[in-house]
């Protein structure tokens, strides 16, 4: 099946930094999903982008579908965006399922 | 308020019992799914239904069922048979069983003793 690998697993900032984080899949998709997932588990949707740019406040999304990636950035971080941040993609002419990565756990501190 | 709701928020079972889990959705989406996430991992998909009366296999199915008598609903029972239960579960829905946008609920924590 189609493997998702986000980098890095882990990131720590100070408030206020900018941060990158990316998602590599393997095969073609046909939605693209950015979590963050919160302390007491809520998924929260951020981006749905299966190709494209898009901003929403402090974060926006690029995928270059062709090339198999996806990255999300961060400006301005706060301590309320710390959490875990899942990448989650469905494989072209497969099932209705998203795969997930691993995630990347984002710490910001004061 | 439109949205998915799952209850209970934590639910303790003993080793041998089957245990049922609720998901509604009044977002009026055609498609639900199920989903389990253990400490340090990502979600895998454990059943889907992308219409009413009709529901598939996921990635790992084995020791769960479920059941979609109606739209709103899509409860999740875990088997005795389900070896290794202990989990963060939560529930999905979207527009329809295609490349639609997910939405997700708060999930239920099931924790075997």
Known sequence: GIQVEQSPPDLILQEGANSTLRCNFSDSVNNLQWFHQNPWGQLINLFYIPSGTKQNGRLSATTVATERYSLLYISSSQTTDSGVYFCAVRNTGTASKLTFGTGTRLQVTL | ?113
């Open chain 2, 1 to 113: 308020d439109g949205g998915i709701t799952q209850s209970p928020k934590y639910l303790f079972r003993k080793e041998g019992q089957n245990v049922t889990l609720s998901c509604e959705q009044n977002l009026n989406h055609d498609a639900m799914y199920w989903y389990r996430q253990d400490p340090g991992q990502g979600l895998r998909l454990i059943y889907y239904s992308q219409i009413v009366n009709d529901f598939q296999k996921g990635d790992i199915a084995e020791g769960y069922s479920v059941s979609r008598e109606k739209k709103e609903s899509f409860p999740l029972t875990v088997t005795s048979a389900q070896k290794n239960p202990t989990a963060f579960y939560l529930c999905a829905s979207s527009i329809n069983g295609g490349y639609n946008e997910q939405f997700f609920g708060p999930g239920t924590r099931l924790t075997v003793l």
